[in-house]
């Protein structure tokens, strides 16, 4: 029997956060529920979790000091936010501490499972056979370890930041269509997801920058080309 997905659910609005569960045990997936930013900090130090759903507005800690939290001790479980704000600063923070889906309240129960189908799908792929190196120039990348290599350094990567250069390497020397990045990491090719990708890019470049060979062009009206030397 497949094991099911564990989920932690923090979020204050009692009503909502039972829907929400109930919603989720019904489709197949555990999930606990608790009403605060605390309750929930110390639920993910004793259990382990495949997925962390966090309204951002809570009580006591929130969401975004809750995810910033759990990303210091997990650098992999994906986080959605849930929140009523729109404003495009609070999605950008959302998305720089390291959340993988930000959904804006009123929404519809289907539309969140679809979304964490889509995270659950991206991450049990991980697990399934790939290429798993690849060399950039002077570089090593191991997507495994999510790191870049050079001679006299290691570089550990965030794992979007990972996700965007193995797509990338996929299509090295090619252009990489900035929709299918955004639908295949992101999920949603929506405006704020744009913007966080265009932000990884830039650390990407950052990141690549000791090695005079590569670079990560912006090709206009379609997307992005990691140019890089090919081995003979």
Not at 31 to 40: S, W
Not at 182 to 194: H, R, S
Request: glycine share 6%; charged share 30%; net charge neutral.
């Amino acid at each position: 029997m497949e094991e099911k997905f564990k989920f932690l659910l923090c979020e204050d609005d009692e009503n909502l956060g039972m829907l929400l569960r109930e919603f989720l045990q019904a489709k197949g997936y555990n999930a606990d529920l608790f009403p605060d930013g605390e309750k929930g900090y110390k639920a993910f130090l004793q259990g382990k979790y495949d997925l962390c759903i966090l309204d951002v507005m809570m009580p006591k800690k929130d969401g975004f000091t809750l995810a910033q939290e759990i990303r210091s001790i997990n650098e992999e479980v994906p986080i959605i936010f849930l929140t009523a704000k729109t404003l495009k600063e609070d999605v950008l923070e959302g998305f720089n501490i390291g959340a993988d889906d930000y959904i804006t309240k009123p929404f519809s129960m289907e539309e969140v499972v679809s979304r964490i189908t889509a995270i659950m799908r991206r991450v049990k792929g991980k697990t399934d056979k790939e290429v798993t190196m690849y060399k950039l120039g002077k570089y090593t990348f191991n997507t495994q370890n999510q790191t870049l290599v050079t001679d006299d350094k290691t570089q550990k990567l965030t794992t979007k930041e990972s996700e965007l250069l193995k797509l990338l390497c996929l299509h090295l020397n090619r252009i990489l269509e900035r929709n299918y990045a955004l639908k295949t990491i992101w999920v949603d090719d929506n405006y704020f997801n744009a913007r966080s990708m265009d932000v990884y890019i830039t650390k990407l470049r950052k990141l690549l920058k000791d090695d005079p060979n590569i670079e990560i062009i912006n090709v206009h009206g379609k997307g992005y080309k990691l140019i890089a030397p090919t081995e003979a």
